[in-house]
């Protein structure tokens, strides 16, 4: 049985071809499916009734099965979402005074073992299916619209007014499906959300950048994290096979195609590790011809770690150095402690977390 929520509009179309139906049932269907909610054929009334039958038989519209809701003290949310019997990934949302900010996930797990982040910590288990990760964005569509003062919003009005791919995983190393749900999410029959407010995040995965650009150009953000390659390859291990030099070149690539001008540079202040002011000086030299952005994330702590997050005075000293120099820095305000939503304390729940450490693939393979 096919879950006609994998496909874009495009390859809708090839498959309402392949039944001998006319393309723009694509159309139809986006709008039904993801526009409106609609998962029932039966309610679908501008389909023809032969037609919709057919459907029933052979496919279905299916999204992944929410476990939990969580609602955090200052409004964010999280949704634990379940992915098979063994895994679960997790969803954010962040409302905000102009705007509401889903934050999605890509893989279950990930495989690039940044050493401060707990996603990272559990290893690799899977890739989100396309109907997975644009499920997410259904998922929290529906069940904001059910809360008091949302539902009186008029139909067309959004909720959710951005996304951003900076939930579990490492959305550029499960490349196909990411970017068919990012053109769901930018599809006028779907989403329509400009590429502006859709967020990629990478930890540099030079090749896929390269890719990206050319096949769905949104908005950027690098984890960057360290100013210098024998730093950054112990704490962002991918930077060994993609250092700083070829990954500063990649984002200036990207930036030709880009709906922005400038990429988002993230970067975790550690304790002690990489938040002195001899790093921020290292840094201004790295990033020197790339027109760019930082985002300074205090570190969010998570069990066993063998972090601190750094002193409220040194992320200061931090950013004004990057301030003086004539950059815009934002420092990332803690979301939904409470109900482990933050940035990097995002880690599902898995089943046996020893085998799937011993799950990681090595960089070399990815
Ligand atoms: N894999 C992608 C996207 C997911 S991580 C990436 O690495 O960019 C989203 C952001 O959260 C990244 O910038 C990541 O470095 C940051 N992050 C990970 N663990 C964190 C932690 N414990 N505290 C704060 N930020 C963290
Ligand atoms: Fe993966 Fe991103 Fe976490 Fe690194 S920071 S382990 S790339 S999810």
Known sequence: MINLLNYNQAQLADYF?????????????MRWMHRFGVHDFEQMTDIAKVLREKLAIESEITLPTVQLEQVSNDGTRKWLIGTDTANSIETVFIPEDDRGTLCISSQVGCALACTFC???AQGFNRNLSVAEIIGQLAIANQSLRQEPGYELLPAGERIISNVVMMGMGEPLANYDNVVTAMQIMLDDNA??????????????????MDRLKEDCPVALAVSLHAPNDALRDVIVPINKKY??????????????????????????????????????????EVVRNVSCKFNLIPFNPFPNSGYQTSKASHIRVFRDILMQAGYVVTVRKTRGEDIDAACGQLAGKVLDKTKRTANRIPIEAI
């Open 243 to 284: 250092p700083l030099k070829e990954l500063m070149a990649a984002c200036n690539r990207y930036l030709e195609k880009a709906p922005r001008d400038f990429v988002t540079f993230e970067y975790v202040m550690l304790d002690g590790v990489n938040d002195t002011a001899e790093h921020a000086h290292q840094l201004l």
């Open 17 to 29: 071809a392949s039944i001998g139906e006319k393309p723009f049932r694509a159309k139809q269907l």
């Open 118 to 120: 707990s996603t990272g």
């Open 191 to 208: 989403y329509g959300l400009s590429r502006r407010r859709v967020t990629l995040s990478t930890s540099g995965l030079v090749p896929a």
